[in-house]
């Protein structure tokens, strides 16, 4: 009976942890929306409480607006928003940050229904402090990006920070999706296999930093500088790489170095990937591992093509209007999270303590 009741308690946890999953996919989404329709600025205040309801009459909305109309990203770039404009806009930031919200009263709404029914265990409690302070300090970078845009002369925040944003809210899904696989796999799916978890950990570090260049992407608007495909603007490796001073900042703020780096590095990924999946081929898995094992190799094959239609489409962008290139910008995202979770996933099948056969 204490058996039954122990599983009955992992399930509900496991099932906890992918509604967290679940919403931080979502919450990524969110802003990635906010990004792209120039939302980020909108709100330019934080506040925890008060800011969970929008302006509810007309007085408020001017209220709101007024403070808008002190930023930079006003003066300088929207200088024609009318008030229907700015509702457009607050929405979206306003809908992405109750969505955070509602992440946190969904974790802490949980906490307290399994401790209350005596599901978590001992083991539980250490991983689980540390998923709640990856959330606190995902709010708090998330605030110190808006803010980046809301003096002197920033019409967009800045690059680095949103690029930090958005690999933390990263590194906040996989470690809640590591933590629920380890409660939702059972021992006999999982092997060990030295070679290809040597080969996973390196793609998964190689696809972070990738993920990393995707947010600065994001941040210079950096599809725009070369829209071309499969060359740079005519070129394989384009000139002024190396252009600023120092040398390294052309890492994080040479808008055609990120884009240069972040092109090469999805090849390099989709090259690794294929290798891993020919490895994986030529070992004895387990069912679990047979069923998803071509799962990395479809995404990143559908990524790659989204990229390249996002660069593509990348001319016809019109400011504070959707089309093409925002919905392949979003789809853009939203696989490169599923493909993301698929290598944490094969990395933790392949982290077991059987030995393959």
Not at 81 to 101: C, N, P, S
Not at 134 to 149: E, H, P, R
Not at 299 to 327: A, D, R
């Amino acid at each position: 009976m204490n058996y039954v009741y122990q599983d009955r308690g992992k399930k509900a946890v496991a099932i906890w942890l992918m509604i967290g999953v679940g919403m931080i996919i979502v919450q990524v989404l969110l802003g990635g929306i906010t990004r792209l329709t120039g939302s980020g600025l909108s709100i330019t205040e934080w506040d925890v409480v008060t800011g969970t309801l929008p302006p509810l009459n007309e007085q408020q909305w001017l209220t709101e607006f007024q403070k808008y109309r002190q930023t930079p990203q006003f003066r300088l770039l929207n200088t024609d928003f009318t008030l229907r404009d700015f509702k457009f806009i607050f929405f979206w930031e306003w809908f992405h940050r109750v969505w955070a919200r509602l992440i946190g009263i969904v974790f802490v709404i949980g906490f307290i229904f399994l401790v209350a029914r005596k599901y978590l265990r001992k083991e539980m409690i250490n991983p689980l402090l540390i998923l709640f302070l990856l959330g606190a300090l995902q709010g708090a970078v998330g605030w110190i990006m808006v803010a980046s845009g809301l003096t002197g002369d920033a019409v967009y925040v800045k690059p680095t920070r949103l690029a930090l944003h958005f690999i933390l809210a990263l590194g906040l899904l996989c470690y809640t999706y590591w933590f629920a696989l380890r409660l939702l796999v059972p021992a006999s799916e999982r092997i060990v296999a030295p070679e290809v978890k040597r080969l996973t950990s390196i793609i998964l570090v190689i696809l972070g930093i990738q993920l990393i260049y995707g947010g600065l992407m994001a941040g210079h608007k950096a599809a725009t500088v070369a829209p071309t495909w499969p060359t740079i603007n005519g070129m394989w490796v384009p000139d002024n790489l190396w252009k600023d001073r120092p040398v390294l900042l052309n890492l994080i703020d040479n808008t055609i170095t990120v884009h240069f780096i972040h092109r090469n590095l999805a090849y390099l990924v989709t090259i690794l990937i294929i290798i891993l999946y020919a490895k994986i081929r030529r070992v004895q898995v387990p069912p679990m591992i047979k069923r998803w094992q071509r799962l990395p190799l479809i995404l990143v094959v559908i990524q790659v093509m989204l990229g390249i239609f996002s660069i593509l489409t990348s001319p016809g962008i019109i400011p504070n209007h959707w089309g093409n290139f925002e919905w392949m910008a979003q789809l853009h995202q939203l696989v490169a999270m599923f493909l993301l979770l698929s290598i944490v996933q094969l990395l933790y099948l392949f982290s077991g303590g059987r030995q393959q056969a």
